[in-house]
């Protein structure tokens, strides 16, 4: 027993050695003119922190301007291809017709039959008829997607952000199938061409894997709020869930709200206030 | 043994050019769709999974009925299956193949396909499925191969196959019921959330892989010499009438409960397939035609002159095979869909490219059959002359 531990801590070691022996000498493949490069990994100080990321929409706030600011906002900076723009011919030709149906799209409108199918009522006041609802990612606690994703491309973070690695993704769709929210986009086709502005600091997607809201993640990591929040003019709180003391728990703790399809277990994020 | 394959008669090999021209064919299509995206198929934001996944599911059930004749003669030593077992087991290989290959054709990124494999994720009900497709392969492949080698060899085989053959029969099972848990374990989906579906599946498997497996017995009887005996057939048939009939019966509980219990979100799905919804109605003619087939098809096989009629049993095979595809393969994937969780309704139709493609999926899976089919029908001719 004793032998065996210590030639396997033999082994270790030597292959450790290995290693910090081949580091220099990756290190100056690696590096350029300038000499050796170095990875810096370090958090900013101003990243914003929690244990659960949660979201309250104040329906009585979102008017269609709202709505159209918060779209646009999210769409730009995240680089989701607008199907409706004219194509740069120069720079794409050849670009072939577009089936609408096969669109992207990370937050939108939806008439409140559609946002909440199990809460229909023939006798709906008739003001939720005409308001319009936004829907996004739920960002679930529970969430079908992550379960049913065969590589972890689309993953859980600490802080309750479903994350997906657009490099991971093998495009199965089995995600799709699995959000009950119809929260996720494919992407039929290279979406490049659909993007008037890109935003460099924000990757682009590839065909062939899906997407959805991050929740902002890139800005929470800068210390700002998710551009829709941003945008809509006090119409949507941003904060932690598990914090009694945060904005959004008192929001929660003096309004009635409702999440989507409750019923289903999965745990939504997102809250709207009535 | 693969040198059976390249000696063949004009009609074999007209028959094989015809294949690898199908093939060429849908791989120049699927050239375009590697390198477009699947922008070229009908399926959308709503509708994710079309033509492709409804094939493999169809297939996962041919695959899976090969087991049927397998528990009856390794299990109840039925010896009138002696002859037909090879031909279950080559039918589940063939099966497979095209399963897989119909699984690559729908990746959006198939280059990265092994990622499965590089980040296994045992909460995914897809890793499981790659487990027991490439398992049930596997174990075919092995078995069929090594039992009739034996068989040309006049040797008994290899005492390792007996634990194999039983291993390979919760196998079938296992792929047609995981398959099924693909399905029936997400939440939003109220037409699959339904613990009947693995049964379901399976149910309408042991009719269609066997019904396949009949219509293959006639195809070996009129080109080779070897006769896989029409008493095994008939069996077949009966297996298959009473697979049909479970099928049946459990469609009508999924109705009965969506119509009786009157939830919209499990209501909405069979109404779409059935009569139509708020307008759209692409499948209805579709699934009755389907409903048709399949209860002429219990009917045909339930009465024994009609049962027993030789010249109409691949008739009635085929109107099976046909209203289990257009059942399981069409219905559940588009019935799964639409309308869609938020109750928007788009309709899915696959487009030509769709289509070529999938014929080209099925020509590789028809090649690797023939191919099977030539070897094993082979060695029995020379085993008995």
Not at chain 1, 127 to 151: G, W
Not at chain 2, 320 to 328: A, E, M, P, Q, S
Not at chain 2, 362 to 379: C, P, R
Request: aromatic fraction near 14%; charge should be neutral; proline fraction near 5%.
């Amino acid at each position: 027993m004793m032998e065996k531990s210590r030639r396997s801590f033999l082994k270790v070691a030597g292959i450790a050695a290995i290693g910090l022996g081949a580091a220099p000498a990756m290190n100056f493949a690696a590096s350029d003119s300038h000499g050796t490069a170095h990875a810096v990994k370090s958090k900013n100080k101003k990243a914003l922190h929690a244990q659960r990321w949660g979201m309250v929409i104040d329906t009585n706030k979102i008017t269609d301007e709202v709505v159209e600011s918060i779209v646009e906002a999210c769409h730009k900076a995240h680089n989701v291809p607008d199907f409706n723009i004219e194509v740069d011919e120069k720079k794409y030709p050849n670009t072939r017709p577009v089936n609408h149906k096969q669109e992207v799209k990370w937050i939108w409108e939806e008439e409140f039959h559609n946002a909440f199918p199990d809460k229909e009522d023939e006798f709906l006041a008739e003001k939720f008829h005409d308001l319009p609802f936004l829907v996004t990612c739920n960002h679930c606690k529970n969430a079908p997607c992550v379960q049913a994703c065969p590589t972890q491309a689309t993953f859980k973070r600490e802080d309750g952000i479903v994350m997906m690695d657009f490099h991971r993704c093998i495009g199965c769709r089995f995600c799709m199938a699995a959000c009950p929210f119809g929260s996720r986009n494919f992407n039929f086709r290279d979406p490049r061409p659909f993007i008037e502005e890109v935003n460099p600091t924000f990757p682009t997607r590839s065909k062939g894997v899906v997407e959805k809201c991050n929740f902002c993640a890139e800005r929470l990591a800068k210390g700002e709020l998710p551009h829709c929040v941003e945008a809509s003019e006090g119409a949507i709180v941003f904060g932690d869930l598990e914090d009694s003391e945060s904005d959004i728990r008192v929001l929660l703790n003096e309004n009635y709200t409702i999440r989507r399809k409750q019923s289903l277990g999965t745990e939504p994020s997102v809250y709207y206030i009535m | 043994m693969l040198e059976i394959a390249i000696k063949g008669s004009k009609n074999y090999w007209l028959w094989i050019v015809f294949l690898l021209a199908v093939m060429g064919a849908g791989g120049i299509f699927y050239i375009d769709q590697f390198m477009n995206g699947l922008m070229t198929t009908g399926m959308s934001r709503d509708v994710s999974w079309g033509f492709y996944i409804a094939n493999f599911t169809f297939l996962v059930g041919v695959a899976a009925g090969g087991v049927m004749v397998v528990i009856p003669y390794y299990l109840h030593d039925y010896e009138k299956f002696h002859r037909i077992t090879i031909l279950g087991e080559f039918l589940a290989v063939a099966s497979l193949i095209m399963c897989l290959l119909f699984i690559i054709v729908d990746l959006g990124q198939p280059t990265r396909a092994f990622n499965v494999m590089l980040y296994p994720s045992p909460k995914s009900m897809l890793f499981y499925d790659m487990l027991v497709l490439n398992g049930y392969l596997f174990l075919n492949i092995v078995v069929g191969w090594k039992i009739l080698e034996a068989e040309r060899n006049q040797v008994e085989p290899a005492w390792w196959t007996k634990p194999l053959i039983y291993l390979s029969i919760p196998f079938a099972i296992g792929i047609h019921t995981v398959t099924a848990y693909l399905y029936c374990g997400l939440p939003g989906r109220g037409f699959w959330l339904t613990a009947i579906l693995a049964p379901r599946f399976l149910a309408s498997a042991f009719a269609a892989g066997p019904a396949f497996l009949i219509i293959l017995c006639y195809i070996i009887r009129k080109f080779t010499k070897f006769d896989p005996g029409w008493e095994a057939m008939q069996t077949l048939s009966k297996i298959v009438c009473y697979a049909l009939i479970a099928n049946l019966f459990f469609f009508v509980c999924e109705v009965f409960v969506s119509y009786y219990s009157n939830i919209p979100s499990h209501k909405a799905h069979v109404q779409y397939l059935l009569f139509g919804y708020h307008g759209y109605h692409a499948l209805v003619p579709w699934m009755w035609t389907s409903m048709i087939l399949m209860t002429t098809g219990a009917i045909f096989l339930l009465i024994p002159p009609l049962r027993n009629n030789k010249t109409l049993l691949p008739f009635t095979c085929a109107m099976i095979i046909f209203g289990v595809w257009i059942d399981k393969a069409l219905g559940m994937i588009s019935g799964g869909f639409v309308p869609s969780p938020l109750h928007h309704v788009t309709e899915y139709a696959p487009t030509g490219p769709e289509i070529m493609i999938s014929f080209g999926v099925y020509a590789i899976g028809f090649l690797v059959l023939t191919i099977l089919y030539k070897l094993a029908t082979q060695v029995k001719e020379e085993v008995r002359g």
